[in-house]
Nanobody, 121 residues
């Protein structure tokens, strides 16, 4: 089964940037879509960005223009570049592989441990 390992989270100040990484194993990564979710404290998990096998991207309105999802199929890695971070972006961030894009995205990999992003105001 496909497994993912997220990394790169940390404590930053509002306005700072941070890049999250996701290593993928157990699949032919270049045929899968991928997505980043986040779960703020006490709230439901939400999908923030997806990328197709062909590198088409889609973003939640709350992060559009600030976050960039990208992938390297040779390295089996997905990144989430986060700029102009806000306190509302604080959450545990999870990546998955799956199918589809945007609202049609469906995760199929196992959920990883996630990586914590904390944004101070």
């Amino acid at each position: 089964q496909v497994q993912v390992v997220e990394s790169g989270g940390g404590l930053v100040q509002a306005g700072d940037s941070l890049t999250l990484s996701c290593g993928v194993s157990g699949s032919i990564f270049n045929i899968n879509a991928a997505g980043w979710y986040r779960q703020p404290p006490g709230k439901q998990r939400e999908l923030v960005a997806t990328i197709s096998a062909g590198s088409r991207t889609n973003y939640a309105d709350s992060v559009k223009g600030r976050f960039t999802i990208s992938r390297d199929n040779a390295e089996n890695t997905v990144w989430l570049q986060m700029n102009s971070l806000k306190p509302d972006d604080a959450a545990v961030y999870y990546c998955t592989t799956g199918t589809g894009l945007g609202t049609n995205y469906y995760p199929t990999s196992r959920w990883g441990q996630g990586t914590q992003v904390t944004v101070s105001s």
